[in-house]
């Protein structure tokens, strides 16, 4: 199977690479800096689950040759570039995979490109780009998960790009789960990463920072609550064991853990501030439910982007 990552960031650099290690015939879609990065230090990949520098194939945009499986690991807010870029790609029959956070990709590119190109997906990693472009895997965990959307089964081609992920995933240094359907998986992390990002960069610390202020825990847990209850509206609720597991991460004194999107706010770059939060506020209002915190994380979230964009932050 020929596999495309367009991108190849914190999470198109890792799974791709891993992929790579794994036998997998993978090629990257890059941009002028990014590809100059790969083709001075090739693929550095430092991480807990092992070090690795792997000589990537790349191209600059779609050309002659046809993909399988293209994984879109852009962040949100070049989506509609993406989008561009892969359309070629989807013409000679690829299937997209993103591995975006938030929901709201899924259905622009089912608008455009209909239901038949997409699988759905999700990732859990920590991971960054240093300035070189190293990928930097700061905790142990590493995982993804796909498969077909429960109001669109998988036909004959989408579930052998499926089967055949599933085998190289099994092979890869990271854990890989076919999860059929996936939407729960894609719920159940917004709604984690949802919690996540909104309190860390609305209080600008990590998960033990927050805590360590008096009403920490209980404005980590209203804010959990309100993202919960979008996914129940919307017809996934969030399992027991599974809620557990995110207050485990969420709600641990002294933990570093804290949303990408902080490190981004951090660096002075873009946030996924309406994919990721906007989005969720968004359905709540909708919903007709209060939603304070989320609005109030919103609201931060975009006060830092006017003053990004107006040259405001130095
Ligand atoms: N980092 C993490 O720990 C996690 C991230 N996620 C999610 O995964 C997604 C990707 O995040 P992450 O990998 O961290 O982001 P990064 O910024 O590290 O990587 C995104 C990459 O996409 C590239 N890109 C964007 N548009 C194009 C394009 N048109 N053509 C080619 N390349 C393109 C960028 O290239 P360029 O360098 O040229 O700008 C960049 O290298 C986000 O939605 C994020 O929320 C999910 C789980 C964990
Ligand atoms: C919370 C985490 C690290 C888990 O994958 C994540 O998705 C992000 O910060 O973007």
Redesign the pocket.
Request: hydrophobic share 45%; charged share 20%.
């Given at each position: 199977m020929k596999i495309l990552f367009?991108?190849?960031?914190?999470?198109?650099g890792y799974f791709g690479g891993r992929l790579i290690e794994a036998g997998g015939d993978v090629t990257f879609?890059?941009?002028a800096?990014?590809a100059q990065q790969l083709a001075a230090r090739g693929l550095v990949i430092k991480s807990p689950l092992g070090d690795a520098n792997i000589r990537a194939k790349t191209i600059a945009q779609a050309g002659g040759e046809a993909f399988d499986l293209v994984v879109v690991?852009?962040?949100?807010y070049?989506l509609g570039?993406?989008i561009e870029?892969v359309a070629p790609h989807v013409a000679k029959g690829a299937v997209l995979l993103p591995?975006?956070?938030g929901m709201r990709h899924n259905d622009d590119l089912r608008n455009r490109f209909g239901s038949d190109a997409l699988i759905g997906g999700m990732?859990?990693?920590?991971?960054?780009?240093s300035p070189e472009g190293d990928v930097l895997h700061k905790s142990k965990f590493a995982r993804m998960v796909f498969g077909p959307f429960e109001d669109f089964p998988a036909d004959v081609r989408r579930q052998q790009v499926l089967s055949t992920l599933a085998e190289l995933g099994a092979k890869a240094s990271f854990t890989s789960v076919l999860q059929d359907p996936v939407d729960q998986a894609l719920w159940d992390k917004w709604v984690m990463i949802g919690t996540l990002a909104g309190i860390t960069t609305l209080m600008r610390g990590a998960v033990g920072d927050v805590l360590a202020a008096r009403e920490g825990h209980e404005l980590i847990e209203e804010m959990l609550h309100e993202a919960i209850a979008v996914a129940t509206e919307s017809g996934y609720p969030p399992r027991a064991d599974y809620l557990a597991s995110v207050r485990q991460l969420l709600l641990s004194p002294g933990s570093t853990f804290m949303a990408?999107m902080l490190r981004d706010i951090e660096r002075g770059n873009p946030a996924?501030a309406d994919h990721i939060i906007g989005d969720m506020y968004r359905r709540a209002h909708d919903f007709g439910h209060d939603a304070s915190l989320l609005r109030i994380a919103y609201c931060a979230l975009q006060t830092y982007e006017a003053r990004r964009v107006r040259g405001g932050l130095s």
């Amino acid at each position: 199977m020929k596999i495309l990552f367009l991108g190849a960031g914190a999470v198109g650099g890792y799974f791709g690479g891993r992929l790579i290690e794994a036998g997998g015939d993978v090629t990257f879609q890059v941009r002028a800096g990014r590809a100059q990065q790969l083709a001075a230090r090739g693929l550095v990949i430092k991480s807990p689950l092992g070090d690795a520098n792997i000589r990537a194939k790349t191209i600059a945009q779609a050309g002659g040759e046809a993909f399988d499986l293209v994984v879109v690991a852009c962040k949100a807010y070049d989506l509609g570039q993406a989008i561009e870029a892969v359309a070629p790609h989807v013409a000679k029959g690829a299937v997209l995979l993103p591995l975006l956070n938030g929901m709201r990709h899924n259905d622009d590119l089912r608008n455009r490109f209909g239901s038949d190109a997409l699988i759905g997906g999700m990732c859990q990693i920590e991971a960054t780009l240093s300035p070189e472009g190293d990928v930097l895997h700061k905790s142990k965990f590493a995982r993804m998960v796909f498969g077909p959307f429960e109001d669109f089964p998988a036909d004959v081609r989408r579930q052998q790009v499926l089967s055949t992920l599933a085998e190289l995933g099994a092979k890869a240094s990271f854990t890989s789960v076919l999860q059929d359907p996936v939407d729960q998986a894609l719920w159940d992390k917004w709604v984690m990463i949802g919690t996540l990002a909104g309190i860390t960069t609305l209080m600008r610390g990590a998960v033990g920072d927050v805590l360590a202020a008096r009403e920490g825990h209980e404005l980590i847990e209203e804010m959990l609550h309100e993202a919960i209850a979008v996914a129940t509206e919307s017809g996934y609720p969030p399992r027991a064991d599974y809620l557990a597991s995110v207050r485990q991460l969420l709600l641990s004194p002294g933990s570093t853990f804290m949303a990408s999107m902080l490190r981004d706010i951090e660096r002075g770059n873009p946030a996924e501030a309406d994919h990721i939060i906007g989005d969720m506020y968004r359905r709540a209002h909708d919903f007709g439910h209060d939603a304070s915190l989320l609005r109030i994380a919103y609201c931060a979230l975009q006060t830092y982007e006017a003053r990004r964009v107006r040259g405001g932050l130095s």
